[in-house]
């Protein structure tokens, strides 16, 4: 009992004194030990990667999870330390809206075949994305996190420690000035002086000592910045590959809606049995006043000659029939690799050159390429046309 009381008193009395010489060092009545240009640097330094690495990941969540209240729910699963329940993205539970309007509509209609095919990649779209905020959680903001949670809250303990060392030894060689200027006016303090000096060179120990610990944790920020940007790396390749993902299966999607747009919005789309109206009728472009046919057009265009077969309107595309503009065609470069879907269209390298010119009553999302001797369709999603 006895023990606990002066043990309490004791730390009593310290933090006592270190109160007393924080509030006189903000007041300008007593000195301060300055950390060397280095110590401060890196305590700077420290300071400032926590504070960014905050940032960072309260960001990165923002974007990962846009929805406060789930990112809530999310950091409430993770104290209590239990798994977080799976949620449906944004993209699968529109491509279920979307699946089930088609059933009520008629799958077999225009409208539900549509909608079908976008729920598809809608679907496939929050797949995606589902894995992406999955890599990005694991491979990114989990070591920002451990920073965080581990690393920068042992740097704050022992700095904290730092700084109570640091007061102790001000308030060590406060009393030693004190017990020497009143040794100078009585020699009956002898023995104060000496027990100042022990004290003094006990707590400077203690200080150098606890300065190289935080100095060792703090020069340790060099290695979290290493470690951070090989996450960040990983981050990005994650986010290239989701987005990559997302531009194949809406290059897709629009492969298959070109495909059938003529199909929608025309009676006479290619091998449709249905169709009453003559290939003239079909392929002919309507009729425009001078004033407003431009001087340059965008792509060269094959003009239709009276008793020659149109033969995009009858649905096969024979290379040989097929002749470029007497003048003016274009330049493409070929933006990604594309295998052809039939013998009408023309497969592509990416980088490559081609000739690109298009034919009358074509879908404006194809053109005519020619490489060499090689003719045949290609998308003009995959192009750069050229001047």
Known sequence: MDFNMKKLASDAGVFFSRAMQFTEEKLGQAEKTELD???ENLLARADSTKNWTEKILRQTEVLLQPNPSARVEEFLYEKLDRKVPSRVTNGELLAQYMTEAANDFGPGTPYGKTLIKVGETQRRLGAAEREFIHSASINFLTPLRNFLEGDWRTISKERRILQNRRLDLDACKARLKKAKAAEAKAALWNDEVEKAEHELRLTQTEFDRQAEVTRLLL????????????????????????????????????????????????????????????????????????????????????????????????????????????????????????????????????????TVYSLPGMDPDWLIGERGNQKGKVPVTYLELLS
Do not use: W
Request: one cysteine or more; hydrophobic letters at 35%; glycine letters at 6%.
């Open 219 to 354: 020069e340790g920020i060099s290695s979290t910045h290493v470690n951070h940007l090989r996450c960040l790396h990983e981050f990005v390749e994650s986010q290239t590959n989701y987005y990559a993902q997302c531009y194949q299966y809406m290059l897709d999607l629009q492969k298959q809606l070109g495909s059938s747009k003529g199909e929608i919005f025309s009676g006479t789309f290619i091998g449709n049995p249905d169709s009453t109206s003559s290939p003239a009728a079909a392929t002919s472009p309507p009729a425009v006043s001078a004033a407003t046919v431009p001087t340059v057009p965008t792509i060269p265009v094959v003009p239709t000659v009276v008793g020659v077969p149109n033969t995009l309107a009858e649905g096969v595309l024979n290379p040989n029939e097929v002749k470029p503009p007497a003048s003016g065609t274009r330049k493409a470069r070929v933006l990604y690799d594309y295998e052809a879907a039939d013998s009408t269209e023309l497969a592509l390298l990416a980088d490559e050159m081609i």
């Open 37 to 39: 240009a280095h110590f």
